[in-house]
């Protein structure tokens, strides 16, 4: 099988060198406006690029407010402290995850709840979570669920769209409003994904997304909340400092976080979302033709679900077990084709092997057979470049 795919990636970025799984690509005017904040020496917390990336980021996605953050990581930790998350809180999450979605759960001294994951989409099971409410919590005249046995509040519910892919939105939406959870959607892998029309990361009080390397699009490292007016004016000013506005006083008027983007980086990002369509359909004629190549192996591509745009950042096959997951991953990676496998389960690292749990049958399933495939995007670079209607000078 190994062969089959090594000649097609090969041939599809027609290179004999190495592969990566996936390469930032700067062809726009990244470069004219990183040196337009050298030159005006507003490099740092303050300057025209936040605002202006902030703005667009709002057109694109739809959401009310959009700020911008150091990391996802950071834009995660604030997000569910305005959801309300304390210590000693339960808060629900996939065990399918990049760390920092626990991390984030951590910082605000709650615990994280893993709840098994769709073999579809990759994400967060509402019918899982909705079993494991029924079965272990009560919602409380007070309105506040909590576990029968001692007590602990479920205070928020963070799905993850896995690779770009939607998770089941409607059920989760459902689900949390049901029992009085507040939803956090970790965005970080799906900007430029939409759910029936609607951009993740949109759907519940409060979303996120992360900028970094590796990410759809880049601005060295970065992030962002997404949120309606109040929750986003409040983000704004827990991740600055928690500074009052006054022409020379410093007035702090509460533990704020020191979380802002650096204009430098902004700027990166503001040439970065101009492209972002482009890469967006690159990635989806790379998968597309993927699927074709893939069609009749053993190895099952993971497609996006109906009602749905996935930015496809990563490509992914699910392989027959864990013997052909093995000989795969050794097969590519020996001949310069990067490929991995996919995260360790959070419940099995030292740090949140005690955390409970529902069934996790799915993700367990998928531990031993997922692969990402290299994922960078071709661009035509014939293709007439044009701003976008989504983005504002
Ligand atoms: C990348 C990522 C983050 C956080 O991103 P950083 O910007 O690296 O802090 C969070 N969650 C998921 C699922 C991610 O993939």
């Known amino acids: 099988m190994s062969d089959q795919l090594i000649r097609f990636v090969r041939d599809y970025f027609g290179t004999n060198e190495f592969i990566p799984l996936h390469a930032p690509i700067f062809a726009g005017r990244e470069k004219e406006y990183v040196v337009d904040t050298i030159e005006s020496t507003f490099v740092s917390s303050v300057g025209a690029y936040v605002d202006r990336f902030e703005q667009n980021m709002t057109s694109y996605t739809g959401s009310p407010k959009a700020v911008a953050t150091v990391n996802g990581t950071a834009a995660l930790h604030i997000a569910l402290k305005l959801a309300g998350v304390q210590t000693g809180d339960l808060v629900i999450t996939q065990p399918l995850t990049f760390v920092a979605t626990c991390n984030a759960i951590a910082y605000c001294g709650a615990e994280p709840v893993f709840i098994d994951v769709d073999r579809n989409t990759l994400g967060l099971s509402a019918t899982a979570l909705q079993q494991w409410l029924q079965e272990n919590t009560k919602l409380d005249a007070d309105g506040i669920c909590r576990t029968r046995a001692d007590g602990r509040v479920v205070r928020a519910c963070v799905p993850m ?33 939409f759910y029936k029309g609607q951009h993740t990361g949109t759907f519940g009080i409060i979303g996120t997304l992360s900028f970094n390397g590796n990410k759809i699009m880049t601005t060295g ?114 001949h310069g084709i990067m490929t991995r496998p996919i995260w360790a389960l959070m419940n099995h ?6 955390c409970r749990h529902g069934d996790l049958s799915n993700s367990e399933w998928l531990e031993k057979r997922v692969v990402n495939l290299p994922s960078s995007v071709k661009l035509d670079t014939k293709k007439n470049r044009y701003v976008p209607r989504y983005c504002n000078s």
Not at 164 to 190: K, Y
Not at 288 to 306: I, K, M, P, W
Not at 349 to 354: A, D, F, N
Request: charged share 25%; glycine share 8%.
């Open 221 to 334: 490292g970065g992030g962002m909340i997404l949120a309606d007016a109040a929750l986003g004016e409040r983000a704004k000013h827990l991740t600055t400092t928690a500074k009052k506005p006054h022409p020379y006083e410093y007035i702090h008027d509460e533990v704020g976080y020191n979380y802002r983007l650096p204009n430098l980086n902004a700027a990166l990002g503001c040439a970065q979302l101009e492209q972002l369509e482009l890469f967006i359909e690159a990635k989806r004629a790379l998968a597309a033709a993927y699927q074709d190549e893939l069609s009749g192996t053993n190895l099952a591509f993971v497609s996006e679900q109906e009602d749905c745009r996935s930015n496809y950042w990563l490509n992914t096959v699910i392989c027959e077990d864990k013997a052909a997951r093995d000989e795969l991953l050794r097969g590519t990676n020996q």
């Open 349 to 354: 690292l030292g740090m949140y092997q005690h």
């Open 161 to 193: 769209h896995t690779f770009g892919h939607p998770a089941d939105l409607d059920g989760l939406v459902r689900v949390t409003f049901d029992w009085n959870i507040a939803l956090v959607e970790d965005a970080a892998e799906s900007l430029g994904s």
